[in-house]
């Protein structure tokens, strides 16, 4: 018993916990975490409902004590046509700002005026993909705010249907921002549907009294039907989308360009000069093009990051392999650095990746994060063996094995074995699985690993380097209960101002901070 | 036949006499077609095709009786081809059919002119009944609709999650012109999601927004529809009188919410849970055919049944409440036996717990149905004992092979749904009977069926019919994959052949080239107004340009 409270005692001191508690009949619908008022520290944004009444509130992160307190430092009642939110420094105010965005624009919240009427202002006019606003909540949008043209302003990029609107922050002699200059990237024809596939349909049959076939379509978020199909069909059916944006430095010459993966290209524009991007993109031929079984593969996933320190952009594409018998996952690494003068950028001609790995089993990537501590990205997969389970002991422990990799950064690619091996033993039905290697919280230069594979608990495990490579520690060094339906909001990377893990719960916010 | 080979067909019918079937016309390409449509446009005898572009171009295309190129109209414009729905109807009865668009500025109407051309100004109908959704382009919806039986059209246009229902009134003011009144803001419900996550390059940024139409049916026997709102569990009824005036206060409403099987819940077998909700379930048809549509509520084990009147649906008295002998996951009223009067079917499915589909990870896995059926006893209640009964199995292959290869299982079902062919239905030959057209499963001919007399609609009783011999008929009470795969099979060939009586095409047209284009819809009309009805097929072009090309197809 001792030994527990001792034990409870060593685990807690790792991190304060903190609590922001909503008003009765509050509901925590969304939250997202940012350095709001310039302190440095990243403070904390919480989406409720109470009611018909949603409403944003900012707490801003103490310096002393606990880190949050359950008392707003500024809260708007929202509008009913806001649909989603974002901080950003888009006014002469200090720190940042609440932008909100409706199906037609984007809005300031000024949180630190108090005059009534000063409060909220228009931005800009904008065709947000999302038009309609969900009754109960506003969702966090972070990614509506970057600094594109590389001026230390803050931009708007908004996602439009079949594009992307980017709104460059000018800012007059007097302070006021302005976001009149605006470039619209469209990566492919506004016909095409975007990635979205669809089923291949018969030719519809118009004529009154013939009986409508339903409609079905198949989309990242899983299969749509027609949810009218024993009515006269709906009054509107609108579905819109865009590749995600990728906001990142293609060519290594300075300035940040927008990448959309379609179907069977990577369709580049790059920005020639700040704030000016080129009018025809390039595209690029993909060497994983997108089906629809690629879409409906669970290892499928492209990313974009700049993997061995060339300030280009490199590409990873993992998909299952179907030529093979058993289960199996490919890993195609393309460096930019290996692609051959006069060839095709990224993928050269022949679309052959610098480096192939094999993972036995339903494998995906989950992160590109720097376990090692040497500055680079590694390469986190993790990976269901259908022969390793045993549905006997599953279907008694209502838990699923599975295995943790890490490969390290090598500068060329990554190692050709798993650096770290780690098996997990995941709680089946529903569960928000985390296993990330968050930052270092034991100060030995490694990133800890941050597991969730039951409902009710966040585990930290150290991570150690041995003479093979890398092992997680098995007893975690903190632990933190959590409601089983609580979801975790973690930020990029633990570190330098943003050391606080967050648990958005029903009725409460609470607060990890290991720092 | 379909297995013989497409040489032999064609050998065949072109024996077998003069029946064939020519392109009697096309029209250019059209870029960035949005949506099309078939209306009587230009006063003529016979109806027009009316299409609208991505960008909002209004195009109108007349054909002549004998082969020759469509006349094209001059050109009209949407004003906001982004933020607009569109319906081509009449007015009043008996006037002529115009355009009404509904969007940010109201609802207004375009009205043809001699050449059926959309030219002419839009004319504001409904100023202040306001469309803000993003339609992205022209799109069709039931906008201008009858709602109350008056004889004029009225508009519904959706705002926030509600419909409002504008009224067409006779104007009282100078002039002739229409005036809108708002009778009813109904609440529907509005479906959208989002995908939102943009951390990949692989991650697509998606919205969806599905506004259901408003649902208007008879419900007190009166012949006029009237107005049903679905709010959650709650059900409200607008009874439309006889001036053709909607009550803005629902004449009946109710929250199935307050329906509660107090009793115990039904055992289940260990480790197996439930499929379903606590939520009631409600259905409603005629039960007595008295031409008054009655309504039945299910909750846990216990149903409780409505007699609708005159007056409308009522739900204090009920006329039969019934307690199954387990918890009920869906209720049907259907016709489960020869006589005219829908019987009661109660379904429950219980399904494997989470310790039995972790085990099917691996292995195939169950998921068990039991299916009790009730007769209806013709005073508007139901028999107190089942008069059918069946248990259903269905094994699912093991999740992990399925998540091996999706795509596989989804194109075995894709090329089942091919076999659910839709007839067009029209007199082509003009011999005073109704013919049937349908494309190829592989989408390479229309073979068209003259009437014969042979042919058969497939109707709501056929649909009962096949419920009935699978689940109470049928002795092999196991199903799998590869089991309802043949039977969904033979299911829509069977449908098939009701409508063509069996029988080979009397005519068959070769479409265009799969390579270059896809046919993407068509319809029946008497395009150059011979009594005769065309196809019209519209095709896309596969190389995602937007472009589309229509072509007519008549009987030689």
Redesign the interface.
Known sequence: MIAAILCMAATQSLANVSSIVMPEGGRVMDASTIDVDGDGSSDMLIASVNGTTRTISIHLRRATGAAFTSTADASLDLQQDVVCFAAGDVHADLGREIVLFNANGAFVWRWRESEESRRVAKLAACELLWQWPDRLTAFAWQSAITDVDGDGLDDLTVPEPNRLRVLFQRRGEDGKCSFDVQQVLVPGDSDSGGRALDFDRAAEVRQAGTKRRTRMAVTSGGVQIDGDRDGVGPYLWIQENVPAPQIVDFDGDGDRDVLFLENDALVVFTQSSAGVFANEPLRLKSPVPVTRARELDVSYLAKSLDLDGDQRVDCVFSAGDKRSKDVRTQVLVFLSKFVKTGEAALFGNEGTPSQLLLLDGFARPIGFEDVDGDGKPDFVAGAVKPDLIDGLRAAASERIDAELYVYKNTGVGFSKRPDLVHKISIQAGGLDLVARFLGDVTGDGVADFFERADKSLLKVHMVRRTRDGLTVVEKPIFEWPLEADARLLLPRRLGAGSWDVFAIEKEAVRCASFR | MRQLPLIFVATLIAQSGAAELVVRSSTPEIE?CADW??APLDGAPGVELFVVT?EGVLETFSFAKRDAGPTRAKTGRIADA?HC?LALEVLQTDSKTGLFVASPRGVERLEPDATGSFEGAAVLLAPRAKM?????RP?F???AVDVNGDGRTDV?V?K??A?EVWVQNVATGAGSDVEFAKVATVQVR??????????????????????????LADVNGDGRDDLLVEDGQKRAFHLVRVDGSIPAVPDVSVDLAIFKDTTARGELTLGRTLAGSDKAVYESRDLDADGIPDAVIAQGRKVWVFHGSKAGPQFTEPSNVLKAADDVTAAMVLKLDDDERPDLLLVRVVVPS???I??????SWEIEMNAVGYQNSGERKFDTTPKWKSRITFTVPSI?SI?????KL?TRF?GV??K??????GDFDGDGAADVAL?SED?TTLDVWRGSGAASAVDDDANDQTLRRVLFEDENRAWDLDRLVAWLSSFGEQRVALVTGGREPNARHALRSKTEWR??????GDVDGDGKSEIV?SYEALD???RAVFDVVAWK
Do not use: C
């Open positions: 960035h449509k078939l991505r982004a729905a803000t959704v993003r339609t992205g799109t919806a039931p906008l519904i959706p926030g999650n419909l509005v479906s959208s999601s989002e995908s939102t996550d943009a951390g990949d390059l692989s991650d697509d940024l998606e919205s969806s927004l599905q506004i259901p139409s408003l649902h989470l310790g039995t972790l085990r099917g990870l691996v292995s992990l998540a091996k290869d999706p795509e989804l894709e749904g091919k659910f062919r839709l007839p067009a239905e494309v989408a046919l993407a819809s068509l319809a029946p097929l995602g340009s937007g």
